[in-house]
């Protein structure tokens, strides 16, 4: 689960780049709204599924509330989701 976990994340991390840096300017500068609800429906099942795994795994390891609150705040911030990987979720 936690390989799973590290994988969504990197993937919720580019979605959330790919939303910001790709599909907004399309969507205001050349107006080309598709990709940016494409993207935006990816990026938000990723955050959902980012979300229920980080409380399933602060639960199975009994990670804490500071841990797990490290981890929500880095499903908000961008790049952050990389940070996360590197310094919490390798082995």
Not at 17 to 22: E, H, M, S, V
Not at 31 to 43: C, D, Q, T, V, W
């Given at each position: 689960m936690l390989r799973t976990f590290r994988y969504t994340a990197?993937?919720?991390?580019?979605?959330?780049?790919?939303?910001?840096?790709?599909?907004?300017?399309?969507?205001?500068?050349?107006?080309?709204?598709?990709?940016?609800?494409?993207?935006?429906?990816?990026?938000?099942?990723?955050?959902?599924?980012?979300?229920?795994?980080?409380?399933?795994?602060?639960?199975?390891y009994q990670w804490g509330l500071k841990r797990f609150g490290v981890l929500f705040l880095a499903s908000l911030l961008p790049f952050a989701t990389f940070y996360i990987d590197k310094k919490y979720l390798r082995d």
């Open positions: 990197i993937l919720e991390g580019i979605s959330y780049l790919a939303l910001f840096a790709i599909s907004m300017p399309l969507k205001y500068l050349a107006e080309l709204g598709e990709p940016n609800k494409y993207i935006g429906y990816a990026h938000g099942f990723l955050f959902i599924v980012y979300i229920v795994l980080a409380v399933l795994l602060t639960k199975k």
